[in-house]
């Protein structure tokens, strides 16, 4: 009879706490931006204890740049969506000029990252949604600048699952950069590239998983980066930067001792840009720059100075003391042989001088 009372009473204590919890969950739900039959279209797969987000990177520009905004975001739970904490940091030149951070509402109640980063929904129960924050704040802050963030898949996947979920249009193209990616080429020696390992071997302060300590260390190891001689590779999301475009063209063609081929810019260019659009833009009558088409002088340059005269001569014209070089006088009347079949036309920044 004991056992049997005993076990009644079990059930009753279960049916009250499962009661409770009900009851305070129902509450919570209340309380949450979106209901979950809203967010349910928005959950993405999990695997390994996180849900991904893929990014539409269409175009990338090897540049060094001046100014960056890093940041880092927090998550409440396995859902990208799910920000509770986001900052970012200011960079132009070699300083940190400005800094921001909030804590987040994220569109549901559900924390199962609190062990990680120590925020409760008790905390951002008053705090701005992520929408309310990047129209009032966000937005104006990173407008016109790379973003950088340490493994950029993460902080910028969960800002466009975020945009997508809670009805957010984001400027595009949207430019970003990852200092994992730059530290891997600058650090080699370290044993791996986290956030916490770099920022010992660098000397920086660091509280881990505090959002505004985070970006303010991407900032700075962005920064090393930069001084050390790696420029960061540039992502676009969503179409081509005209401008990283731009200057991406020029500086090839700066670097590029024997000239640059337009066949070289397959991660820079626009989606269904041609090389008819290239010679407008930059050679004919050069939109943006002027280039020179150097095909026919590399190609006569590879000829003997006999060779280069008898062309001359076969088209009646004498080549006995000519001061003026003989491969401009080739150009000049056109009277260069044909390129060879499948050539690629090279292109060098006209002398302004």
């Known amino acids: 009879m004991g056992g049997f009372i005993f076990l009644v009473l079990v059930i009753a204590f279960w049916y009250y706490r499962h009661k409770k919890k009900a009851a305070l969950e129902a509450a919570l739900e209340k309380e949450a931006p979106m209901a979950k039959s809203e967010l349910q279209r928005f959950r993405l797969p999990v695997a390994n204890g996180f849900a991904r987000m893929s990014l539409p990177v269409t175009n990338r520009y090897n540049l060094p740049v001046d100014g960056f905004v890093a940041f880092d975001v927090e998550t409440a739970n396995e859902q990208p969506y799910s920000i509770c904490s986001i900052s970012a940091v200011k960079v132009q030149g070699s300083s940190i000029v400005d800094v921001i951070t909030s804590l987040i509402k994220p569109p549901e109640t559900r924390f199962t990252n609190t062990r990680i980063h120590g925020i ?47 009805g957010i249009s984001l400027d595009k193209p949207l430019l970003f950069a990852d200092s994992l990616q730059s530290a891997r080429y600058v650090y080699r020696d370290l044993p791996n590239h ?43 999301l969503f179409g081509s930067s005209q401008d990283l475009f731009v200057k991406s063209v020029l500086r090839r063609a700066r670097l590029t001792c024997g000239g640059m081929c337009y066949e070289a810019l397959y991660a ?30 590399i190609q006569l340059n590879k000829l003997r100075k006999p060779e280069l005269k008898k062309i001359l001569e076969d088209a ?28 690629s036309h090279v292109y060098r920044l006209e002398d302004t001088k």
């Open 120 to 166: 409760t929904w008790g905390k951002v129960r008053n705090a701005p949604t992520f929408k309310e924050y990047y129209e009032s704040t966000f937005h104006d802050f990173i407008k016109g600048y790379v973003l950088v963030a340490h493994n950029a898949q993460f902080d910028m996947g969960c800002l466009l699952h975020v945009a997508e979920t809670e």
């Open 194 to 236: 986290k956030l916490d390992t770099i920022c010992r071997h660098l000397g920086i302060r660091l509280d881990h998983h505090d959002s505004c300590s985070d970006a303010r260390a991407c900032a700075q190891i962005m920064r090393d980066c930069i001084q050390k001689g790696a420029d960061p590779i540039i992502k676009s």
């Open 268 to 297: 820079e260019k626009p989606e269904g840009y041609t090389e008819a659009d290239f010679i407008r833009d930059f050679v004919d009558p050069g939109k943006y720059a002027k280039l020179k088409d150097v095909s026919y002088e």
């Open 316 to 343: 009646g014209i004498p080549s006995k003391g000519l001061k003026k070089d003989l491969i401009a006088i080739i150009i000049e009347n056109g009277l260069a042989p044909a390129l060879p079949e499948g050539f």
